[in-house]
Nanobody
Framework: QVQLVESGGGLVQAGGSLRLSCAAS????????MAWFRQAPGKEREFAAT????????YYADSVKGRFTISRDRAKNTVYLQMNSLKPEDTAVYYC?????????????????WGQGTQVTVSS
């Protein structure tokens, strides 16, 4: 059974930082692109960041570029999202996702596996 388990969410003041982790288990994710999406109350799920299997390429939504960094540790089957200079508008549930392709995607419907989400709340 494939599982993606996120952790690291919480409450932080504006300008602060959080580091999210996504631990994958149940299969090898060799060749899988990984991504982080987020969903705020009353809004659709939106792309935040994605990384290729090799970790050599990363892509970001304009709203988080320069503040968030996605990375992965293939040996640990874990993906991270370092979030700095957080803003109240970053408040959302953050989801980790895995795509059975070496090609990344910005679209949630192209991802095969999802975690349960972790809440990030940024106070002003």
């Amino acid at each position: 059974q494939v599982q993606l388990v996120e952790s690291g969410g919480g409450l932080v003041q504006a300008g602060g930082s959080l580091r999210l982790s996504c631990a994958a288990s149940g299969r090898t994710f060799s060749g899988y692109a990984m991504a982080w999406f987020r969903q705020a109350p009353g809004k659709e799920r939106e792309f935040a960041a994605t990384i290729t299997w090799s970790g050599g390429s990363t892509y970001y939504a304009d709203s988080v570029k320069g503040r968030f960094t996605i990375s992965r540790d293939r040996a640990k089957n874990t993906v991270y999202l370092q979030m700095n200079s957080l803003k109240p508008e970053d408040t959302a549930v953050y989801y980790c996702a895995a795509r059975g392709s070496t090609v990344v995607s910005y679209y949630h419907y192209n991802y095969d596996y999802w975690g349960q989400g972790t809440q990030v709340t940024v106070s002003s």
